[in-house]
């Protein structure tokens, strides 16, 4: 293990922090802001190219991130991708359990493959990096978690037949995970995404049906339109710094008012 690097300034200064999915959309504003906050950063994705290159562009903006190419829904990838951090920083004091797919699909369309792959991924995988990080942040006396759920993991929506019941296991590892580990010093939110303007959303005017989908989800939003990754990643650091000391097991909306109706 090498010494760490001199922390920045910022509300996550010095901070060892794992964000998963970090290539794109959410994940990858959530490392640019992170990096902005002087977080020492572990960044993972399943895509290896997208994630050197979000790794290159950090590097040149003066933060060297460690970066770990695998897969949330395998075990030894999962585990892996927490030593990293412990290994380039000595411990982990954060992760954003980000990585997840997001198909759009009603339930007579869906095969039992399509259910067990939104699972592996987005259920399966946000279990196991919480597990794993978890039992390093035990053993260091505490730390912070943020999950990512969804509005579809707090209220039902068309079309999201496989996704929604993903999110919502998203929502219940949070609340329980929050109590189980309070006492050691482990604080577990999430934040619940209204629709946000991530490349997924960006290729549904391309689809079948997909641009008046759209023009119904943002009308659907009170505020008139849909978010931006980063207004997400605001909330997430939030929730990952000591401003958030004496929050744990809430799941913040960042949807525009979606769930305000």
């Avoid at 060297?64 to 982990?92: H, Q």
């Avoid at 505490?142 to 999110?167: D, E, F, H, M, R």
């Amino acid at each position: 293990m090498s010494p760490a690097p001199e922390p920045r300034p910022g509300r996550l200064s010095g901070k060892s922090a794992v964000v998963t999915g970090a290539a794109r959309g959410i994940g990858r504003a959530t490392a640019l802001r992170f990096a902005r906050e002087g977080a020492l950063l572990t960044l993972t994705d399943v895509d290896g190219k997208a994630l050197g290159e979000l790794a290159a562009e950090l590097a040149a903006q003066g933060t060297e991130p460690a970066a770990v190419a695998g897969d949330v829904s395998v075990p030894a990838d999962a585990e892996r991708m927490i030593a990293a951090a412990v290994e380039a920083y000595g411990r982990l004091d954060v992760l954003v359990a980000n990585a997840g797919i997001l198909p759009l699909i009603r339930i007579t369309d869906a095969s039992a493959d399509d259910w067990d792959h939104v699972m592996a991924v987005d259920g399966r995988g946000m279990f196991l990096t919480c597990k794993f990080a978890i039992e390093r942040m035990a053993a260091a006396g505490g730390g912070a978690i943020v999950c990512l759920s969804s509005i579809s993991g707090l209220a039902g929506q068309a079309g999201q037949s496989t996704y929604g019941p993903a999110k919502f296991v998203a929502t219940g590892l949070t609340k329980h995970l929050a109590v189980e580990w309070a006492d050691r010093g482990i604080r577990v939110n999430a934040v619940a995404p209204g629709t946000i303007r991530t490349d997924r959303v960006r290729r549904l005017p391309d689809e079948p049906g997909g641009a008046a989908y759209l023009a119904e989800i943002e009308r659907r939003h009170p505020m008139g339109r849909i978010g931006e990754p980063d207004e997400v990643a605001a909330a997430i650091v939030f929730l990952a710094s000591d401003e958030a000391s004496f929050v744990t097991g809430a799941v913040l909306p960042v949807d525009g008012g979606y769930l305000a109706q």
